[in-house]
């Protein structure tokens, strides 16, 4: 960014190309600002969640504290997706001048602090996640499923552990052992979007059509602004032969996107392809 409206204070004699880019840098500005006033717009909607259910804000303080603490180098505001810690706090302190809360408030509960004992338990679980999601990533397949069972060892209800071993399992060509995993992620996690969706393509490609479709509703449900739960309920009606539900899936998906997902292209050609029919 700071490279483009730089390349603008060039001489140039191009004047509608440097109209053309300060279009493109004018938009990537406004875009960055709409992040940015969501962000504050969360930060708002946090704060009275916390007020009425009367819990202190002032944690959200310390949050935004450790935040600037942990920040190394960062750009300025205007050209970022977040607002700065100290804009945050500053304005959470406005936010408590303004309602004043009193009385006794909720610093802390038996429930945070077990949760909070878990995560420090999980730990080395999850950092054995991140080394099998780095591996994965590498095309490393076979030490990416060594990570993902010895963080299950540590923590048998790691749901992103068994369902990265369900994909590879998958991938694998075994899909009843993939399926295994993946119905043990739903178990402790029934809204686990990717294990519903996962869960969905195993049972798509054994061929029971009736299951496949009810997770990729379920994924609709819970996230229905990603096409991808679309695009297999789309495949899924297809191959039953029902083309008017697979094309309505088919379009939903194709306007949701994300357009750089694998599967778009895809979804792309079997829509147009069963318009012609």
Known sequence: MLLQIGSLLVPQDLTGEILLQLGQVSASLLTLKFSRDQEREADKYGFLYAFEAGYSPQGMI??????????????????????????????????????????????????????????????????????????????????????????????????????????????????????????????????????????????????????ALKFFEKGKSLIPFNGISYYYAGRTYEEKGNFNLALKNYEKALELGPKNEPWYRDCYYRYNRLKRL
């Open 62 to 211: 310390e949050v935004f504290e450790k935040f600037k603490k942990m920040e190394k180098k960062r750009p300025p505001e205007w050209l970022s997706t977040h607002p700065l810690p100290e804009s945050r706090i500053k304005e959470v302190k406005e936010y408590i001048a303004t309602f004043r809360p009193t009385g006794i408030l909720i610093k802390d509960t038996q429930k945070f602090q077990e949760i909070r004992n878990l995560i420090l338990q999980t730990k080395e679980s999850y950092d054995y996640v991140e080394n099998g999601k780095k591996a994965y990533k590498d095309g490393k397949k076979e030490e990416a499923k060594n990570f993902f069972e010895r963080a299950l060892k540590l923590y048998p209800k790691n749901t992103v552990a068994l369902i990265y071993l369900a994909k590879l399992e998958m991938e694998e060509g075994n899909l009843n052992k993939a399926k295994e995993y993946s119905e043990y992620s739903l178990k402790y996690d029934p809204n686990f979007f990717t294990a519903n969706i996962i869960s969905g393509i195993i049972n798509f490609k054994l061929k029971n059509f009736e299951n």
